[in-house]
């Protein structure tokens, strides 16, 4: 560092070297505004993005993602299981590793909107997870339509009967 006065003709002194003492603060994963669009029945391949997970000083790969309060289908690690759900995965397995994202939300079929929330927390001695946020659901619901099954209907001439839901099948 060096110095010189506003007099006119000042030139700068002997420079001196200055330490710079430099103490790093870990950045905790945010988690902002989780949002899921789906129609009912559907999969979705889930992003960080869709879930709202970021965190500025860490690998995606120490970045722990908890899902919780989930309703209405479940999370699935493609890589691990196609069907068994999941509440807890990385950063790094919502990144496209060439075919997407390792991570899926099937829904469950109903005629309801799932839910969920989400936390996140990364790999620093004593990180615990944030407040779970919970994601807004988009959710368009198919028309079911009635099925019927063998409608079987026995009765002699003459004979009255009361038609119920069972005997149409």
């Known amino acids: ?4 006065d506003d007099e006119t003709g ?11 003492t430099f103490t790093p603060v870990n950045d905790l994963p945010v988690v902002s505004a989780p949002e ?15 879930l709202g997970v970021s965190d500025s000083d860490d690998a995606a790969l120490d970045v722990t ?3 919780s309060s989930v309703t209405g289908g479940k999370f699935v690690h493609t890589d691990v299981s196609a069907t068994d759900a999941v509440t807890t ?35 620093e001695t004593g990180a615990t997870f944030g407040a779970a946020v919970p ?5 368009t619901p198919v028309n079911d339509l009635p099925v019927v ?5 026995i009765l002699t001439e003459g004979d009255e009967v009361q038609v119920t839901s069972t005997i149409l099948g």
């Open 65 to 67: 993602i908890r899902v």
């Open 89 to 123: 995965f990385t950063l790094d397995d919502l990144e496209d590793q060439g075919w997407g994202s390792s991570i899926k939300f099937i829904h469950d079929g109903g005629d309801s909107a799932p839910t969920f929330s989400v936390a996140a927390k990364d790999d």
């Open 10 to 20: 000042a030139t700068f002194g002997q420079a001196v070297p200055a330490t710079v």
């Open 36 to 50: 899921l669009i789906l129609t009912e029945d559907d999969e979705v391949q889930v992003t960080s993005t869709i």
């Open 135 to 139: 994601a807004t659901v988009t959710f």
């Open 1 to 4: 560092v060096a110095a010189k």
């Open 149 to 153: 099954s063998a409608p079987k209907l």
